[in-house]
């Protein structure tokens, strides 16, 4: 079953809430930006994340360093999936912000 606008909206919201709280407690130093839906995580080395909707195929796409990824709405495990690898979003936002950052984050909740 495909998701609705309403849900999948209300969806990417709470991820990117979650996403601001986490880099928000952390002590790096770096700007996080939420605008038109869009949040970008500027590290101090001037690299970035940028998370964004895709509502036309209900995606959450994700650009970084190493790459664009494309992310589904998995209703049953209440995760985000990558749509070629199956890897969740957090398990690849541990990897890609060690990458980035030099830090470790936990991002359990995604």
């Known amino acids: 079953m495909s998701l609705t606008e ?8 709470e991820t990117q809430k ?4 986490i880099f928000g407690e952390s002590d790096l130093d770096l700007d996080l930006e939420l ?6 995580v500027r590290f ?7 998370f964004s909707r ?5 995606q959450l796409w994700l650009a970084a360093k190493s790459g664009g990824f ?19 979003l957090g ?4 990897r ?6 030099g830090a470790k984050f936990e991002f359990e909740e995604l």
């Open 6 to 13: 309403a849900r999948f909206h209300d969806l990417v919201d």
């Open 18 to 21: 979650q996403l601001e709280d």
């Open 35 to 40: 605008s038109a839906g869009v949040l970008t």
């Open 44 to 50: 101090e080395n001037k690299s970035q994340l940028i």
């Open 54 to 58: 895709q509502e036309s195929l209900r």
């Open 70 to 88: 494309h992310f589904d709405y998995n209703e049953k495990n209440s995760r985000w999936a990558c749509d070629t690898s199956d890897e969740l």
């Open 91 to 94: 398990e690849m936002l541990v």
């Open 96 to 101: 890609l912000v060690e990458e980035q950052s």
